[in-house]
C-alpha cells in the first residue's frame, strides 16, 4: 500500500495528525495505532493541550507532543500501548522528573485505535440475512458473497459491501486476508461449504466458522484432513475452525441462529467466552451465602 508523504514528525499539521487516525479508523492504512493527546498542562510546556502524535504499529510516526525527554516516555507508552491494546495516561514534571527546561508538567492520554474488524460472509441466503444487519450493527465491516446477484440486492445487504463470486473465487478476491478478519460460511449447500471452508483454512484469519449439524461438520472436517494426506500436504490447523458455528443458545430460526454467530464473534472480539453473566463469580450464590461482595461497576448493561 502506498504510504502518503507527512513529512518530518514535528512538521506534521494538525489535518496530516487528523488523516492519520482516519486512515488507521477505515481500514485504509492497514495498520493499528497509539494516540497520544496531551490533556492537560501547567506552566511552561512545550505543547498545547490537545497536540496529538499517532505511532502505528509499522513504526511510523505522525504529530509530536514537544520532544525531548517527555515525547520520549510517550513514545514508550505508546509502543506498550500496541502491545497490550490497553490505554494509558503519562504524567510527568519536566524539570523534576525528567530534567527538561522547561518548567511546567504535562499530563498525556495515550489509546490504541483500530479499524472496524473485517468480517467476510460467504453466503447470501436467510441466515446471512439476519446476520449481517446484527454484525454491522456490532462493528463489523461487511462484506457479503454469493453467486446468486440476485439475493445480493436484498435489503439487509443494503449498507454492505457485496461481490457476486462463487467459493472458487473468493481466495482471490480477499488476498490480503488476516489475523483481525472474520470468516462466516453459510452457503446453500455443504458441497460449498466444505469448498469455502478448505480454501481459506490455510489462510491466516481471526475467526473462520462453518454452518451446520455436528454430523455435517464431522463429515467435511474428515474430507479436508483426507484429501490433505492424500496430496502430501500438512494437515490444517482444524481446531481454530468454529463449526458448528454460534454459541449454543437453542434457537433453531436464521434470526436466532444469526444472533449466536453474532455472539460468538463478539465474544472472540473481546476474548470472552460466552458464559451468562450471572454465572461468573455465581453472584446468586455468595447473596445467599451472605459473602461480602467487592463494589464493581455494573457490566452488561
Known amino acids: 500500500m502506498q ?57 511510523q510516526q505522525i504529530g509530536t507532543v514537544g520532544g525531548g525527554a517527555i515525547e520520549a516516555q510517550v513514545v514508550d507508552a505508546a509502543r506498550a500501548c500496541l502491545r497490550d491494546g490497553r490505554s494509558r495516561r503519562v504524567q510527568a514534571h519536566l524539570v523534576r522528573d525528567l530534567g527538561m527546561c522547561c518548567g511546567g508538567s504535562m499530563e498525556v492520554f495515550v489509546e490504541f485505535v483500530q479499524a472496524q474488524p473485517r468480517l467476510f460472509v460467504i453466503g447470501a441466503g436467510h441466515v446471512a440475512q439476519a446476520l449481517v444487519p446484527l454484525a454491522a450493527t456490532a462493528g463489523f465491516r461487511v462484506t457479503v458473497f454469493d453467486d446468486r446477484e440476485d439475493l445480493l440486492e436484498h435489503p439487509a445487504f443494503a449498507e454492505v459491501a457485496r461481490d457476486a463470486l462463487d467459493v472458487d473465487e473468493i481466495v482471490e478476491a480477499v488476498p490480503d486476508l488476516g489475523e483481525r478478519d472474520y470468516v462466516v460460511i453459510v452457503t446453500r449447500d455443504h458441497a460449498r461449504d466444505e469448498k469455502a471452508l478448505a480454501s481459506l483454512l490455510a489462510r491466516a484469519h481471526g475467526y473462520i466458522g462453518m454452518i451446520g449439524s455436528r ?44 444472533i449466536s454467530i453474532v455472539a460468538e464473534l463478539i465474544a472472540a472480539r473481546h476474548g470472552g467466552d460466552g458464559q451468562p453473566m450471572s454465572t461468573i463469580g455465581q453472584l446468586p450464590a455468595q447473596l445467599l451465602g451472605g459473602a461480602a461482595l467487592d463494589d464493581e461497576p455494573a457490566e452488561g448493561v
Open 215 to 258: 454430523r455435517k461438520v464431522v463429515a467435511v472436517l474428515r474430507r479436508i484432513l483426507h484429501r490433505e494426506q492424500q496430496l502430501g500436504r500438512p494437515a490444517p490447523d482444524l481446531s481454530r475452525v468454529r463449526a458448528p458455528i454460534g454459541l449454543a443458545l437453542g434457537g433453531r430460526t436464521p434470526v436466532e441462529i444469526a
Open 3 to 59: 504510504q502518503r508523504h507527512v513529512g518530518s514528525r514535528g512538521s506534521a499539521t494538525a489535518l496530516d495528525v487528523a488523516r492519520a487516525i482516519v486512515e488507521v479508523l477505515d481500514g485504509s492504512a492497514g495498520v493499528v495505532a497509539a494516540v497520544a493527546t496531551v490533556i492537560e498542562r501547567s506552566g511552561s510546556a512545550p505543547q498545547v493541550v490537545g497536540a496529538r502524535l499517532v505511532l502505528r504499529d509499522d513504526g
